[in-house]
């Protein structure tokens, strides 16, 4: 079983950047697409961006297309996202999560597809 480490997180200002991590580890992470999730203080959780780990296709939530990126380091089991033009409604506790199964490009943003999920790391956006 993997298990997922991020790290990263902490308090930006406005118009800033961050830079979060998440490692896998306990195997070779060999399973189909990794995700970044947030939720905010009393909202739903949401997908920010997702990446196909083979392909490395990613894949954005609007609300942060632009501004955020995705990617994956192979050989160190580890994917980022890189997070610029910080704004207050970006403040939330951030997960990330890796899907084992296939997913079809109509869910591949939907929670409930992936299996193993991080411990979050907040982040805070000042403003």
């Known amino acids: 079983q993997v298990q997922l480490v991020e790290s990263g997180g902490g308090l930006a200002q406005a118009g800033g950047s961050l830079r979060l991590s998440c490692a896998a580890s306990?195997?070779?992470?060999?399973?189909?697409?990794m995700g970044w999730f947030r939720q905010a203080p009393g909202k739903g959780r949401e997908c920010v961006g997702t990446?196909?780990?083979?392909?490395?296709?990613?894949y954005y939530a609007d609300s942060v297309k632009g501004r955020f990126t995705i990617s994956r380091d192979n050989a160190k089991n580890t994917v980022y996202l890189q997070m610029s033009s910080l704004k207050p409604e970006d403040t939330a506790v951030y997960y990330c999560a890796a899907a084992n199964g296939i997913i079809t490009m109509s869910s591949i943003m939907m929670e409930n597809k992936y299996d193993v999920w991080g411990q979050g790391t907040q982040v805070t956006v000042s403003p």
């Open positions: 990446i196909k780990w083979n392909s490395g296709s990613t």
């Open positions: 306990g195997r070779t992470f060999s399973g189909y697409a």
